[in-house]
């Protein structure tokens, strides 16, 4: 059974900084391609950023372009999504995903190539 459990969340000020952590087990996790998403109050949960298997591929929603950063240790079966000049858009809970292994080779983007997810962390993002 994958688990995936995400930290990192909390209240920051608008222009600051958050790095989330998302932490793998039950899976060879260099094997998968990973993902971040968010949910707000009221919304859809919308993708955000994802990465290969290898860390050579990613792709970045329009919104978080330019101040998100996705990045994986798979020394560490972690996966990291660096947040600065953070936004109270940016408010959300954010949810990590592993997508199935057929995806390994890219970065995906559609919410139904992910099959595994965390239980979310809520970033909070003051103005």
């Known amino acids: 059974q994958v688990q995936l459990v995400e930290s990192g969340g909390g209240l920051v000020q608008s222009e600051g900084s958050l790095r989330l952590s998302c932490g793998v087990s039950?899976?060879?996790?260099?094997?998968?391609?990973m993902g971040w998403f968010r949910q707000a109050p009221g919304k859809e949960r919308e993708f955000v950023a994802s990465?290969?298997?290898?860390?050579?591929?990613?792709n970045y929603d329009d919104s978080v372009k330019g101040r998100f950063t996705i990045s994986r240790d798979n020394a560490k079966n972690t996966v990291y999504l660096q947040m600065i000049s953070l936004k109270p858009e940016d408010t959300a809970v954010y949810y990590c995903?592993?997508?199935?292994?057929?995806?390994?080779?890219?970065?995906?983007?559609?919410?139904?190539?992910?099959?595994?997810w965390g239980q979310g962390t809520q970033v909070t993002v003051s103005s």
């Open positions: 990465i290969d298997w290898s860390g050579s591929k990613t």
């Open positions: 039950g899976r060879t996790f260099s094997s998968y391609a």
């Open positions: 995903a592993a997508a199935n292994v057929a995806w390994r080779y890219i970065a995906p983007v559609a919410t139904p190539l992910f099959d595994s």
